[in-house]
């Protein structure tokens, strides 16, 4: 019988109408991600943190053939971002991108947070780790750590050295060395690493403990003078300068790492999704050699060693807080 063809257009309605509450009814996993994705970062633009960051977003953006873009909301230490991520709907949608002093400095540093690490996130996966590196701009007259000690001696509360913000691991590593090597250096605190960087090379300000992925270019155009590394053993990337180790100062060992986090209540299907791409992405050959040559190491490790890693992260560096007088000073 033929069917008129006002009806055949009633039935494809009711079969696109079909099809749509069937794909609602879906798990959430099983259609995503079907639009944008956003990564939050809390610093701005154009730093170390900023490459790796936009690192990821592009090999995820390659997996899913969805556009995943790196949101940068700098601004108090990291706790507008972070806090923007805690109240996003836990759907897959918008992910953290952490890092040490956001999530396990903080906690210490600030007597009120808006957002609690292990409570209000999802810990997916860390993403690479690195060394800080002990920089100096050339027109301060020091070639090693003990030189610069001997300066800073020599001119108490004359030295100025620049950080990411108060309580960023950059500015607590320094206070690290200051009380281990005993000298009086003034801080001056940036919205980031960007801007402290940009200082640092045009000389407002004479060091600084930094990431090595955020001042490589620098120190190999000769822009920054490179004295020491924080890690427990020499860098790759620097096979020729020596740790704070070797320098004379066991104490100041320090590693930075950062990592992807999603809103508490997320569907571990995503999570799950979202590490193993994330993983597949990293061991990709040119991200590793890209990675290398600034001076982070891949990492890509599964949510619950993430998580272990954060919980041990707090311990240590409450316990660093304390010792340098700032626990809970904001």
Known sequence: MK?????????IAMGAASSTVYAQSKPAGGEYPNRVVRIILP?????????VARTVAQKLTEAWGQQVIVDNRPGANGIIGSEAVMKSKPDGYTYLYGFTSVLTMNPSVYKSLPYDTLRDFVPVTQTVTNQFALVVNPYLPVRTVKELVAL?????????????GVGNQTHLTTELFRLEAKVKLVHVPYKGDA????????????????????VTSFIKSGRLRLLAL?????????PDTPTMI??????????????????????QDIVQKTQRDVARG?????????LAASGADPVASTPEAFTAWIKSELEKWTRVVKGAGLYHSQ
């Open 3 to 11: 069917v008129p063809a006002l009806s055949c257009l009633v039935l």
């Open 43 to 51: 610093q701005p633009g154009g730093g170390g943190t900023d490459v």
């Open 152 to 164: 800073a001696r020599s001119r108490p509360d004359e030295l100025l050295y620049g950080s990411f």
């Open 195 to 214: 801007p402290s960087i940009t200082d640092l090379v045009g000389g407002q300000v004479a060091l600084m403990f930094s990431p090595v992925v955020g």
């Open 230 to 238: 924080s890690g427990e053993k020499r860098s790759a990337a620097f």
């Open 246 to 267: 070797e320098a004379g100062y066991p104490g100041v060992v320090a590693t930075g790492w950062g990592g992807l986090l999603a809103p508490a209540g997320t569907p």
């Open 282 to 290: 990293l061991a990709a050959a040119d991200v590793r050699e890209r």
